[in-house]
Structure formats: C-alpha cells, structure tokens
C-alpha cells in the first residue's frame, strides 16, 4: 500500500483515489468503472422484489461504510477455525480487505500453482486473470455485485494449471474490524484435470461488533478438475453481509461446495452453481446456525446447462432466539440439458418459539427426460428425542445439544474435509443454549 | 439396607384422560417382580410416569426410591438416581452414534452430580468396556458406530435397550416388552443376558407377554393390571396361569376394572 484512501462513504473522489492507489492495468481500473457506473445507475433493490421481499434493509446506510484501505494491525488477526491441525498448501491473511501475509508452498510453486490475493493476481498475472474475472459474477445484478467488482480489494486467487493435483488445502483467512468494510472476492481456477481444495473463513476480530462485507466468489472448474471449496462466514453479529457467488462448473468435473453460516446481522446470499459440461457435478452443503436476532437469507441456484448433469444440494439451519432464515432454492434444466438429475433438500431445526425458517424450494425444468426431487422440513426439537436422552442421564440442554449436533451430522457426513467437519461440528454444538 | 422402589397409590393421566387410578407396588432392589396384563390396560404408562416422561401427568400418589420421591425430579435426575426404563418404542436420534450417546450417558449416570462441560469418562477405558459388553451380548461392534435407532429393526432397538441397560447399571429397571420383535434365538440371548446383567444386582420390573423372559427370570412377584389398576399380585405360578388361560378369570373377577379397561380401549381405538 502506497497512499490510503481513507475514506467516508463511497464517493466519486474517494472512488478516483482507490483507483490511483492500486495502479492496476487498465483492462481491470476499466472493469472497475463500468461497475461504478452501474452501481451509480442502479437502485436500491425493491422493498417487494422477490429476492428482498423477506428482507429487510432499510436500516443499512452504505454511507457508514467506506472504501478500504490504510493501515491494518496485524496482530487483530482472529484464530482460524477450519485449518486448525492442517498441512495447508499455502494460506493467506487479510484485515479489512487489504491483505497481509501469504505463503506457498514451494513444491505448488514449482508446478505452477498460484495463490495470493487478487489484488497482487491482478498486477502481476494480469492477462491469465483477465480471462476469468467477472466470468461468472454479474455485476448488473444488483447494487451490491456492482459495488464489489468496482471496489474489491483484498481477496483471494487460485489457480492451478492442467492436470496438477494439490493435496494440500489452501486457507484464507479474512478479518474485520469495528466498523470496517469488507470487499474481498474470490477468485479460483481449476484448469483441466486440476485438483484442490481451498478453505475460506470470515471472522469480526476480538471485540469488534459492526461492519459491512459486500463480497464475490467465482470458482470456475475446467473439464475434469475437482474442486472442493469451504467458505465459513462467522462475523460478529452486527455486520452486513452481501455476497454473490457463483461457480460454473464444466464437462466431467466435480465441484464440493460447504458453506457454513454462522455469523452476522443481516445476511442476503446468492449462491449459484452452473453445470455447463455434460456430466458436470456439483454437492452444496449449507450448514446454518442463528441466534439473537439475526436475519440469514440464502437463495440457491443450480442451474443444469448441459446434458447428464448433477447436483446435490442440502441446507441445515438451526434457529435459536428469535432469529430468521430465509431460503429460496431453484433448480432450473435448459432444454438442452437432458438426462440431468437434480436434488435440493432444506431441513431447518426451530429451537425457539420465536424463531422462523421460511423455506421454498422450486423447479424450472424445461427438458422432458429428468429426475429432479426437492424437499423442505421445519419443526421443533421433538420432545420424544429430548425424553429419551434424559431417561439415558443427559440434562434437557445436553439432550437439545445432542439432537442439534445430530441433526447437523448428516451434513457432516457429506463434507470429506475432517478439519471442516470438526470444527464446524463443535462451533454448532458450543452455540445451543438451553432449549424451549 | 437394601434399595426399594415404592410405587405409592399413583394416579396418571394422559392428555387430560385418567389412565392409572391408584396403583402401587414395591421393589427391593434383587427383586424381580413381572407386570402383566391386557394391552392398554395401563402397564408402559406406569413405566412412562416413574421415569418421568412429561406427556404422563401425575395426578396423584408418590414414587419413592427409598426416601426420595422421584416424581419431584426430572426425567435425567431419575436416571442419574438408578432408575432406567427400556423402552416399548424406543426413539431414534439420528447423526448421534451410540457409542458417542452411551458415553455421555455412562459419565452421567455414574458421576450424578457431574457439571455440564465436564469431562467424559477416558475414551479408551469407555471403548473397552462397551467393546467387552457387546461381546458379551453377541452384538457386532459396527453397531456402536451407528446412529442411536436410527434405521434399526425392530429386534436391533431391543438389544440396544439391553446394551445400555448392561452399561447404565441401575438399581431399577423397567423393561417394556424388551422379548418383542425378536425371534426365538434372541428372545432367549435377551433373556439369558437380562438375568446376567439384572439377576440379584437390580430391581426388576418386567413388562412381557411370552413365557420365556420370565423363565429365564423367574420373577418373585407378578403384578395383573386391568383398567389402570393393579388388581392382583401373586408368585410365579400367576405368571404362568395367565400365561396359559389367558385374562378370563382376572376379568370376571374384577368386572369393575375389566369395564374400565373396555373404555380405555375403546377411547383410544
Ligand atoms: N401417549 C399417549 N397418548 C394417548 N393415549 C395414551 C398414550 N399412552 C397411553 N395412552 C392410553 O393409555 C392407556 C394405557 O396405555 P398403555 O399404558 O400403553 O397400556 P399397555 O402398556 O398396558 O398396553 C391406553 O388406553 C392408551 O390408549
Ligand atoms: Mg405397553
């Protein structure tokens, strides 16, 4: 970092003032002013809009944010959940979307493997990011996926070239402070043949309660390449979360997606998989706990571009308190897409009287030869589990606590990562409090 | 002194509807008393209300384990004081392995006054006495691996009852219909293993229909309910009368209980 753009709010100045400090090549400082323009352009979205109608932002004030960068205190850095007791291929750190540290390994290096912020990707591998960025987010959608392709600072890039096999994860780490403004985006490439698994937690530091993320992901998965992508989204529970994310998967290659969501005020999610090569494949597992008032909404999309295609889908939420969930899934075959096989399912765990879990799945099959099946529960904590467990010495809350951990497990079960499992397992488990 | 479990003039009933109206009975602990009788007549719900199963309202009487009336605790604090019940139908608690489940419920019962978060009884020496336990019981260890009932036969919920039964150790227990569901082979293994493991160190209270729980047990006392009512106690050769004429002499002898226990089926068929 050369200058600071210490800045109030999103203005034209403060935006001019970014660009100059990055000094990226014009193809990106270009895609960052169209983006501008649109996020000038657009509105707000609409109180009655489909994806915003169970949502409520109207107390969010962009203004209270502003773009990142200056200095960052590197020893505000929260412990990371997922990579605890794993040989990591590499890992990178940043606070308020401006990056500190990153290490690769030198044998990933050797083979052409590339891990860093998309930040420095994007100065010093400019023309090989070119050729992907903005591919699968659309920064037309809304507000927020323009105001992220413009501003994106920080982040993280992978790439792995053909054929190369990565046994180790990769773990990033993305932190924010009191108040501060996250505009990481992911970048990951998987060229043909290509494998790896990269493993992405969001952590508030110690104390700090407020902030905004406004995010992006896109995973773009070559023929044949497998990727298995963990992103744990933990802020503390004042912060604003706005993300799209998308990964386009291609011919023959596999994609495992876990998302965890355990943290934040208001979260609005679009989370879309895109199977463009017959026989792609995708799994996407959610595993969603809220507590307070928290307000967490998700809306899935797997889309089946090609022929003999798959995907698997299933979100868990447990509500605590009077927290609220929202998921709106969709599976969507193109006419082309034949002999696809489609699955979405969404249990949500209600702990609280209060809490609320609206769930709604949907199907939008345009070819005739097609197995697609979705499912959707809501319910309490049955009292006849609870009993059970108590007539074997467990307390009420042990009993919830076993119930919810059991009800998460067959998530677990899925994700083949066993640090994610694990830990993902215990942060659950540690947040059920007594149960109603 | 020995334990003693005092059933005392209790009176239950579900969802408003009178189900027991004044039954009593009493366990030493080495005892085995059996508690028979027609379907609906009242039996799983005298379990159901002395481990405290809150859908079971107590409207009267007492249930004494020596001095301490365990309808004044919860349902976990009766089965951390050494009274456990095997379940007719046992839940399943699915994505939770039995092994994981009967650890933490072993640490419980045997450290009643553990704290929550404390820990757990060493895995190792848990794992070598669930493994000797098992074997012991004939049951495959791939089982401990599974989700509690979940997915299980009929048959399979039994002999998990009966393995954590073996593990908890209580002073009392009650076996609901543990025999059913189990063909001639493991009716007799779950007889066998139950009188190992119960016999003379516990108080048993055997809910069953077949005759061979109870040659296995032979039980002390049994106990005929009919309407919600104990209405006879006797021997062994109770047992074994009504196991061989059946209900008919009990009904005609006690008209009152015999009507009370028509309207109970009827209001519940
Ligand atoms: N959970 C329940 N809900 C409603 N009625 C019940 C319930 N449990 C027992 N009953 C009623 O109580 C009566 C006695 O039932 P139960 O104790 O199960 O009899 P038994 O075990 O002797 O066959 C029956 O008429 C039954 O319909
Ligand atoms: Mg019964």
């Known amino acids: ?436 | 002194m020995t334990d003693t479990l005092r059933i005392e003039d209790l009176h239950v009933a579900v969802e408003g509807k009178p189900i027991l109206k004044g039954a009593s009975l009493t366990i030493n602990r080495g005892e085995t008393h059996a508690l028979m009788g027609p379907n609906g007549s009242g039996k799983s719900t005298l379990g159901m209300a002395t481990m405290g199963h809150p859908h079971y309202e107590v409207t009267g009487g007492h249930v004494w384990l020596n001095d301490v009336d365990l309808l004044e605790l919860d349902a976990d604090e009766r089965a951390r004081s050494g009274v456990f019940m095997a379940f007719q139908r046992p839940m399943a608690i699915p994505g939770v392995k039995l092994a994981d489940f009967l650890r933490h419920a072993t640490t419980n019962v045997r450290n009643p006054d553990r704290q929550e978060g404390e820990e757990l009884i060493p895995m190792r020496e848990f794992r070598k006495e669930l493994k000797s336990k098992m074997e012991h019981l004939q049951i495959d260890m791939e089982f401990a691996r599974r989700y509690v009932n979940d997915g299980f036969s009929g048959g399979e919920m039994k002999r998990a009852e009966i393995l954590q039964l073996a593990m908890l150790q209580p002073k009392f227990a009650v076996l609901d219909e543990t025999d059913s569901g189990l063909d001639a082979d493991a009716v007799r293994l779950a007889s066998e293993s139950i009188a190992e493991i119960g016999g003379d160190k516990m108080g048993l209270l055997i809910i069953t229909h077949h005759d061979k729980l109870l040659e296995h047990n032979p039980p002390d006392f049994t106990h005929v309910m009919l309407g919600g009512r104990i209405v006879e106690t006797g021997g062994i050769e109770l047992a074994h009368e009504l196991h061989e004429r059946g209900y008919e002499r009990i009904r005609e002898e006690y008209p009152e209980a015999a009507a009370e226990n028509r309207e109970m089926a009827e209001a519940s068929a």
């Not at chain 1, 800045?7 to 270009?30: I, K, R, V």
């Not at chain 1, 493997?113 to 420095?120: D, E, N, Q």
């Not at chain 1, 571009?305 to 605590?320: M, V």
């Not at chain 1, 467990?389 to 606590?401: L, N, P, V």
Request: hydrophobic content about 40%; overall charge negative.
């Open chain 1, 1 to 436: 970092m050369t200058s600071t753009a210490t800045a109030t709010g999103f203005s034209q100045e403060a935006f001019d003032a970014f660009l100059t400090a990055h000094g990226e090549p014009s193809w990106c400082t270009d895609a960052r002013r169209d983006a501008w323009d649109l996020f000038q352009q657009l509105d707000w979205p609409a109180r009655n809009a489909e994806e915003w109608m169970r949502t409520d932002i109207r107390t969010f004030r962009l203004d209270r944010y502003g773009l990142p960068g200056g200095e960052v205190d590197n020893s505000l850095l929260p412990p990371a959940l997922l990579s605890e007791g794993v040989e990591l291929g590499g890992h990178s750190t940043a606070i308020d979307s401006v990056s500190l540290d990153g290490h690769l390994e030198q044998q990933w290096a050797d083979k052409g493997v590339l891990f860093c912020s998309l930040g420095t990707a994007v100065r010093e591998h400019g023309d090989l990011v070119r050729k992907y960025f903005g591919r699968a987010v659309d920064s037309s959608y809304d507000r927020f996926a323009a105001l992220n392709t413009a501003c994106f600072s920080g982040g993280t890039f992978l790439y792995v070239p053909r054929g190369v096999v990565v046994d180790q994860p990769f773990h990033c780490l993305t932190a924010l402070t009191d108040g501060a403004t996250d505009l990481s985006r992911t970048l990951v490439v998987l060229e043909e043949g290509a494998q790896a698994t990269l493993m992405s937690e969001m952590k508030s530091t110690e104390g700090a309660e407020k902030g905004l993320h406004c995010g992006a992901i896109e995973l773009m998965v070559a023929p044949g390449a497998n990727l298995r992508f963990v992103n744990l989204q933990d802020w503390a529970h004042g912060v604003w979360h706005f993300a799209h994310q998308r990964a386009i998967v291609d011919r023959d290659a596999t994609l495992q997606w876990t998302i965890g969501a355990l943290g934040s005020k208001l979260a609005k999610v679009n989370q879309h998989v895109e199977l463009v090569g017959q026989g792609a494949h995708s799994q996407v597992n959610g595993v969603i706990f809220t507590e307070g008032k928290q307000h967490l909404s998700y809306h899935t999309l797997q889309h089946h571009r090609a022929p003999h295609t798959t995907s698997d889908f299933l979100y868990k939420s447990a509500l605590q308190d009077s927290s609220r969930t929202v998921w709106r899934g969709m599976i969507k075959v193109d006419p082309e897409a034949q002999k696809t096989d489609g699955y979405q399912r969404n249990d949500n765990l209600v702990l609280s009287a209060k809490a609320r879990a609206d769930s709604i799945p949907g199907l939008e099959i345009e070819a005739d030869d097609v197995r697609c099946t979705h499912g959707s529960t809501s319910g309490r904590v049955d009292e006849e589990q609870i009993f059970y467990c108590q007539s074997r010495g467990f307390t009420r809350k042990e009993a919830a606590r076993a119930i919810v951990a059991g009800f998460f497990q067959q998530i677990f079960d899925r994700i083949t990562i066993e640090s994610v499992r694990e830990s993902l397992g215990l942060a659950v488990a540690r947040k059920v409090r007594e149960y109603e």
